[in-house]
């Protein structure tokens, strides 16, 4: 398992991975030092009482769809890997366990996820500081908060993009399908909060945050079990 | 022009077979299910510029650019698997003629997602028994405007879709340059300049909303428009002509 994820770690090198992972929370944080940057009074008088409160809350309306758009990109980039060479059946020839493959994946997936998440709240903080909002008041729950319990709250969806990169040799379907959630996510805010689409924004706000992100990682092993079990008992050419 | 036609017709038939139709069905059907719940400022029944632009917002603001690079990222799909491009290119055809038909084929799925949401405009609006006349020039002189504001986008994902093998790649940068979109409408400072927002500034009926940079002239919009489109649609083909493959 460990030689495994060794050999994804490598092979995930050049394909602009981690460029992504990289640019998805600098372009959430450049975002909202332009909200905030070109109309810094009006802002600071808005959030008088709680500035870090409101940078975050801002940032937050972006993060889900961040999410969901990143981790559709990490899934189909990283299964395009093998697609593209047809190195599917050279990889699942050697002596591993497809069960081993499939789990190194989703290893790999989440943990560049689980970066991206944590530069997101260093950058955060950094533009935080850089407005001089104070150090001594940082919220440090809400920072960690912002990206990791949005992304506990979008596993479902990272499981089924997982299931989908890795069965179809065409990327454009999953990749429409993550693409298609990513755009139209945050006009179903007001739908019932049932619909996992709107669990990663309810896992930031309202009462019930943390089970909204339980629910969402229930779900998502849901979701992991047919789609290692089909990646285990699926046809390769 | 007669090879530029058959390689066209040749899109189209590496077209089929890939549901490219459900994508162009997506945004209107988004739109229909919008314009069902509208309500007018005032509370109770929208007319339609009201209900115009209540359904255009998703559908202009991030499914029009979003498309553009989708439907590009398709139309090169064929060729990046299995050296699709060496075989496509040994062919005796210019390259110019391959890459203005990918385009073309871009611009003609764009107008059929525009088709059908002037459609599903005025679907919605006789369901929710908004009476005739139909404004038939406002809808079809938004919808072209915004279809034009559009070609520029289809140019850049071209351009990179052609040289990027992977699918998630050009998609990656189009919607990362998309989502600005939301904050990027509201300032009148920097929305008339951003090439990704414009097909929702061009949507938007002139005079209606009196915020942000939605009472643009339709003029400074062209040239916007046209500056980046011919910068884009030619580096695109500049690079195309000299690609190894």
Known sequence: ?????????????????????????????????LNF??????????????????LLDNTALFVPMALFLGGTLVCSLMANIEHQTSA???????????????????????LLLAVSCLLLSGFVTALGLLFGFGASAIPVYGILRIGFLSCAAVMPFIALQLWLSLAFRN???????????AIVSPFTATLSEWLP????????????????????????????????AHFARKDVN | MKMFLRILSAERLKLSGSYIWLLVLASPAAAVLIGLYASSPAGGKP???????????LHALLFLPVLSGLYTAMLCRHEHLDGGWKALLALPVS??????????MAAVLLAATQALFIAAVIGTGLIRGIGTPVPWGLFLGTCAASWTACLPLAALQLAVSQ???????????????????????????YGPYYPWVQPMLAMIPHGQADYGAFNLPLESLLIVVLGSFALFLAAGLLSFRRKAV
């Open chain 1, 171 to 181: 990327q454009a379907m999953p990749v429409s399908i993550g693409v298609i959630c």
């Open chain 2, 95 to 104: 390259r110019t003629a391959v890459y203005l038909a990918k385009f073309t």
């Open chain 1, 88 to 110: 599917w059946k050279q990889l699942l020839a050697l002596p591993v366990s497809r069960i081993a493959v499939f789990a190194s994946k989703l290893m790999l997936c989440l």
């Open chain 1, 197 to 228: 689409i709107n669990w990663p924004y309810l896992a930031w706000t309202g009462p019930h945050r943390l089970y909204f992100a339980g629910a969402g990682l229930a779900l998502a092993l849901l979701v992991l079990l047919p789609g290692a």
């Open chain 2, 163 to 189: 040289a990027w093998s992977s699918f998630a790649a050009p998609l990656a940068l189009n919607v990362s340059f998309t989502l600005p979109n939301v904050l990027i409408a509201n300032s009148a400072t």
């Open chain 2, 47 to 57: 007319d339609w510029t009201i209900l115009l632009s209540v359904m255009s917002t």
């Open chain 1, 1 to 33: 398992m460990g030689r495994i994820l060794a050999a994804d770690w490598l092979k995930i090198r050049g394909k602009g991975l981690w460029l992504l992972i990289l640019v998805g929370p600098l372009g959430l944080t450049a975002m909202q030092a």
């Open chain 1, 37 to 54: 940057g070109l109309r810094f009074d009006y802002m600071k008088r808005r959030y008088a009482g709680d500035l870090w409160g409101g």
